[in-house]
């Protein structure tokens, strides 16, 4: 496997603009390597949820190249990214549950796309339900549930296949901080397990919390780096002794 096989996303020099607008996103270059936690961070309007949008392809660049796992997207035709969908997690600012199902089949729903027998299913998703303290509503719909539970249901949902890549938009914005600090160590669990996490968040005491965290800094459009997350491979000083 070569090394742009090996590396997860690949920015280089993207820019991205609405309409005639000028860029949202300029000349944004970097890699995501596999097994890497980062965080996004940057004022309001700095293009956060605009980055996050192309990494889990709900919006193609304006211009430069972007590769997931070792393809370039920016040539694929629309019936080819599902595929590349399905080796992500998402978590949205707006939670995006499906109001017609309960909690349990919100977080149940990426495991029957992929094909998991219904048998096979209902152990991880009562403990995922378990671990984000919704046992007891696994039988509410989303519009019956507060601001946090369905924040809840939708981190569950990302995370529940254990993909390759999450993206989470402000995953704790709508919980207490004791139940952030749970969800970033379920987020921190997944990635030991192999996941590259991406969290975009404006709550700079989350950054504290994940000493092996990387730092990716958004300001104007423009990409900063005051961890060196984009100059060199995170690899060599993380992960290399620890087992995993």
Do not use: C
Request: no cysteine; aromatic share 6%; net charge positive.
């Amino acid at each position: 496997m070569s090394e742009a096989e090996d590396d997860i996303v690949t920015f280089d020099n993207v820019g991205l603009r609405y309409g005639a607008d000028r860029e949202v996103l300029s000349n944004v270059s970097f890699t995501l390597y596999p097994g890497s936690f980062y965080f996004l961070t940057g004022a309001s309007g700095a293009g956060k949820t605009s980055l996050l949008k192309l990494l889990y392809l709900a919006q193609r660049p304006s211009r430069g190249v972007i590769r997931m796992f070792g393809t370039d997207i920016i040539t694929q035709p629309r019936h080819r990214l599902p595929a590349f969908r399905r080796r992500l997690g998402v978590v949205f600012q707006d939670f995006r549950l499906v109001p017609h199902l309960s909690a349990f089949d919100n977080v149940a729903l990426p495991l029957r796309v992929s094909g998991v027998r219904e048998a096979d299913l209902q152990k991880p998703v009562h403990d995922m339900l378990d671990w984000v303290g919704l046992t007891q509503r696994k039988e509410a719909r989303p519009e019956t549930l507060s601001g946090g539970e369905q924040q809840r249901v939708a981190i569950a949902r990302a995370v529940i296949g254990r993909p390759d890549l999450l993206v989470a938009d402000e995953p704790t914005g709508n919980v207490d901080p004791d139940m952030a600090l749970k969800l970033l160590r379920l987020f921190e669990a997944l990635n030991r397990l192999g996941t590259t996490v991406v969290v975009a968040t404006h709550d700079v005491h989350l950054l504290r919390k994940v000493p092996d965290s990387l730092i990716m800094r958004l300001d104007k459009g423009q990409l900063g780096d005051p961890t060196g997350a984009l100059r060199y491979p995170p690899r060599s000083r993380r992960r290399d002794g620890d087992g995993a």
